[in-house]
């Protein structure tokens, strides 16, 4: 026993642990330094991964084992929200961190909180992104487990006095220190893990999905791992599939992204990064336990602990409130219940983004004319056509020579290109078959509603129109893509 090594990663066990922020804290409930079980005994296990050498073990782990060779293999989710997102970041927890803990929350309320995991890295880098603007989210990751640990407590934080607001300071200080939970089982290697932010309108223009982009950033990372004939096809598909115009990879184009590696050596030498996790595995997978559960049960700290740690998760929550209205579309998303839905067609897509630039609706009002001169000895018979693109509209007959009329053209979704003009055609308009042209003129279409007028050979004719730009987009002429930012909100106040 006295010669005999430690099993790799044998202190990683018994350290506290914050749920609020899944951080580990580096101080220790439970001895992982002390060894003999009595009369100079210890708990000796051979590391098949270590050619069988005999290794030993803290007296507090109960079980340890090696794992199966892991199978690297790239795994992938997609957020549509920050929402699902902190929803989500406790998934390396594998037992559920709430148990022994009364976090009341009202089933009938609307309004829903993310409890574990609400400031962590990755929610916080989330809710910065969706503070400038739309943002979808991509998980990748990859991790490798070679060992498992169990342990079970042998020290207890005795020396908290009985809870009071006296002492309430003191157990401030103990979850500072510890954190809200402590690890029982933890299963050792390493892991990959990044989160992309992805600017959901500005991929969906370049004729992008969510889901194209999330694949075909996991092929790129799965070809680190292993080149394939069937990853080779992939990537030469993502590269079709593309239509970016440049030969940046995804990876590249994509690049708000927060990286973060567990364990030693350098992760872009794949080989020496997996070998080094054999001696140097570090925490990829864990079971917690919350803080107070370490001390008996009648211990006079013990209910104080779970009260403070019940107080401190409470105020740390991030309020689940989907905080921007749909500008288009509506809520009815199965996966993401902020997301905005929208009827699919050819201008905007299910996600309510622009299929592409340039997208508009226009509205012409407000026509009218002075000194019209269509009939010799009568009122001219006025009548204008409006035409944008395909669509054309005409406007009523009116027996006068300063005619104001009454209609409003809605033009729906246009495209505003170079092409495209907005027209009119003005006319006395005798009969249906007997119609004189009294002038016509074009504009190039701009943002905003615009008043203006053309001279006719004989008179004046005025009008007003009305673009308004479709969602994300903006500019003069609704080419240049728009972030939606949040920046009014606090920053950790709700989840966008």
């Known amino acids: 026993c006295e010669i005999a090594q430690f099993v790799p990663g044998y202190n990683l066990g018994g350290e506290g642990f914050n749920i609020v922020t899944m951080q580990r804290k580096g101080a220790y409930v439970i001895d992982t330094e002390t060894w003999k079980l009595g009369n100079g005994t210890c708990r000796l296990y051979r590391n098949s991964y270590m050619d069988q050498e005999k290794q030993k073990v803290p007296a507090a782990v109960v079980d340890w084992r090696t794992l199966p060779k892991c199978s690297l293999t790239v795994s992938s989710i997609a957020y549509d929200s920050v929402e699902t997102l902190v929803n989500d970041s406790t998934s390396s927890v594998s037992n559920d961190w709430k148990i022994g803990l009364d976090i009341p929350v009202d ?65 401030h200080n103990i979850i500072d220190i510890y954190g809200t939970h402590y690890i029982i089982q933890v299963s050792l290697g390493g892991e990959i893990k ?100 370490i001390l008996p049960g009648d211990h006079p700290a013990r209910t104080g602990l779970k009260k403070e740690v019940e107080k401190y998760i409470m105020k740390n929550a991030v309020l689940k409130k989907c905080s921007e209205s749909c500008q288009v579309g509506h809520r009815s998303s199965k996966r993401d219940p902020c997301a905005c839905v929208c009827n699919s067609d050819q201008n905007i897509k299910s996600n309510c983004c622009p299929a592409g630039k ?85 504009f190039d279409l ?12 004989y008179g004046t004719f005025f009008f007003s129109y009305t673009v308004e730009c479709a969602p994300s987009l903006g500019g003069s002429q609704c080419q240049e893509y728009i972030p939606s930012p949040m920046s009014w909100l606090p920053p950790s106040s709700h989840s966008r």
């Open 194 to 293: 990044a989160i992309t932010a992805v600017k959901t309108c500005q991929a969906t223009m370049n004729g992008l999905s969510e889901t194209e982009v999330k694949d075909c950033l996991t092929v790129e990372a799965s070809a680190s791992f292993a080149k394939t004939a069937s990853i080779e096809a992939m990537i030469k598909h993502c590269q079709e599939k593309k239509k970016l115009g440049s030969s940046q990879s995804f990876s590249n184009t994509f690049n708000e992204r927060d990286t973060e590696v567990t364990g030693q050596s350098n992760p872009s030498v794949y080989n020496d990064w997996l070998t080094s996790l054999k001696n140097t595995p570090d925490v990829v997978r864990y079971n917690l336990k919350p803080l107070h559960t």
């Open 446 to 457: 701009r943002k905003g509603t615009v008043t203006d007028s053309c001279m006719l050979d």
């Open 358 to 442: 340039g997208l508009a609706t226009l509205k012409v009002f407000r026509l009218y004319a002075q000194d019209l001169y269509g009939d010799t000895f009568t009122e001219t018979d006025g009548s204008v056509e409006v035409k944008y693109g395909d669509q054309v509209k005409r406007t009523a007959i009116i027996s006068n020579n300063n005619p104001k009329w009454q209609e409003t053209f809605e033009f729906g979704p246009i495209t505003i290109n170079m092409q495209n003009k907005l027209r009119f055609s003005i006319y006395d308009q005798d009969t249906y078959w007997n119609s004189d042209l009294l002038g016509e003129c074009s």
């Open 107 to 171: 089933p009938s309320t609307t309004i829903r909180v993310g409890l574990g995991g609400s400031h962590s890295r990755e929610s916080t880098f989330a809710m910065q992104k969706s503070k400038q603007d739309r943002y979808n989210f991509l998980r990748h990751s990859v991790y490798c487990s070679f060992y498992r640990v169990i342990m079970t407590f042998n020290q207890r934080i005795n020396s908290l006095p009985p809870y009071s607001l006296k002492t309430e300071p003191l157990y």
